[in-house]
Nanobody, 124 residues
Framework: QVQLVESGGGLVQSGGSLRLSCAAS????????MGWFRQAPGKEREGVAV????????YYADSVKGRFTISRDNAKNTVDLQMNSLKPEDTAVYYC?????????????????WGQGTKVTVSS
């Protein structure tokens, strides 16, 4: 079992930055690929960024490439999402998710464990 707790959401103006953090329980954190997903009102939950257990492989959705950076610290059992140049369309609830294995997968159904979500609102 893995428990995930997100933090760092909030209200920011367009062009601003936020850093989301996810703290994970468990002793085998490095065995899990970690992803950040988001869900805007009335939309499907989408994969934003994923990082492999080793941290060597990353995936970014086209909509966030060059603006968001995912990173992890396996010693601290944390995964972060640095979000720069935020846009109103980035407004959503952001979720941290974990799946055991090495593959970088980007669909929500591939993930076994989820945090409760943290809301990000970007004003224009």
């Amino acid at each position: 079992q893995v428990q995930l707790v997100e933090s760092g959401g909030g209200l920011v103006q367009s062009g601003g930055s936020l850093r989301l953090s996810c703290a994970a329980s468990g002793r085998t954190f490095s065995r899990y690929a970690m992803g950040w997903f988001r869900q805007a009102p009335g939309k499907e939950r989408e994969g934003v960024a994923v990082i492999s257990g080793s941290g060597l492989s990353r995936y970014y959705a086209d909509s966030v490439k060059g603006r968001f950076t995912i990173s992890r610290d396996n010693a601290k059992n944390t995964v972060d999402l640095q979000m720069n140049s935020l846009k109103p369309e980035d407004t959503a609830v952001y979720y941290c998710a974990a799946r055991q294995g090495a593959a970088i997968l980007t669909t929500r159904h591939e993930y076994d464990y989820w945090g409760q979500g943290t809301k990000v609102t970007v004003s224009s």
